[in-house]
């Protein structure tokens, strides 16, 4: 949960003896890293709480509100971690502007431990024993998409909308198919496919 990973940061950072014993090995890059993350998990904790009553109330204007500007409030190599779900099952946004370009391009993450939801994800092994990735990854999307309202608002209509026979798209469906599509212009197993093969170039 958001609370354990908080507590092990916020321990690991404070006690010396535990700084001694992880943090030989950490560069003062990596300790700036932890802070951010530690931060950005105590705003998620927070959102996450907002999310909660939100969906208890079925008022979400206040926490889509929040949300928008947490996300808007990113500055260039900053991320933010994002609470939401997909029919009631919990899942992780995670946003990492980037760095050059002025931040007008993100890497959008989406991470999942539920069997229900990895079958949307990567395989990561063949029958008969296949596994997926938990993080669902894309590059290079666009900063001005990932702010768009209209986009968080049919994330929250995935998050708050029980699967039903008698809609054409599962939420899951409509997350992964057509949002995440969104994102990143293309339908995704396109996108995939290109990261894949610029990964292989660059590899080369």
């Not at 889509?64 to 946004?93: D, F, H, N, T, Y």
């Not at 894309?138 to 309202?149: F, I, M, S």
């Amino acid at each position: 949960s958001l609370e354990f990973f908080a507590l092990v940061l916020k321990r690991m950072l404070s006690n010396r003896a535990l700084s001694a014993l992880f943090g030989g090995a950490l560069s003062h890059g990596d300790w700036q890293a932890c802070n951010a993350l530690l931060l950005a998990i105590d705003e998620a904790k927070k959102l996450a709480h907002r999310f909660s009553q939100a969906v208890a109330s079925g008022q979400p204007r206040m926490f889509m509100s929040q949300l928008l500007a947490a996300v808007r409030r990113a500055k260039p190599g900053e991320s933010r971690v994002l609470p939401l779900a997909i029919s009631g099952l919990p899942v992780l946004c995670i946003v990492e502007r980037a760095r050059d370009g002025d931040g007008d391009s993100c890497r959008f993450v989406v991470v999942s431990t539920d069997p229900q939801l990895l079958q949307h994800h990567e395989p990561v092994a063949r029958p008969p024993k296949l596994r997926y990735r938990t993080c669902l990854v894309l590059d290079a999307v666009p900063w001005k998409r990932v702010t768009d309202e209209a986009f968080w608002g049919l994330a929250w209509y995935c998050a708050t909308t029980a699967p039903s026979a008698n809609y054409n798209l599962s939420p899951a469906r409509l997350l992964y198919e057509v949002l995440l599509a969104f994102l990143a212009g293309k339908p995704l197993a396109d996108a995939l496919a290109e990261q894949h093969a610029a990964a292989a170039d660059a590899a080369a």
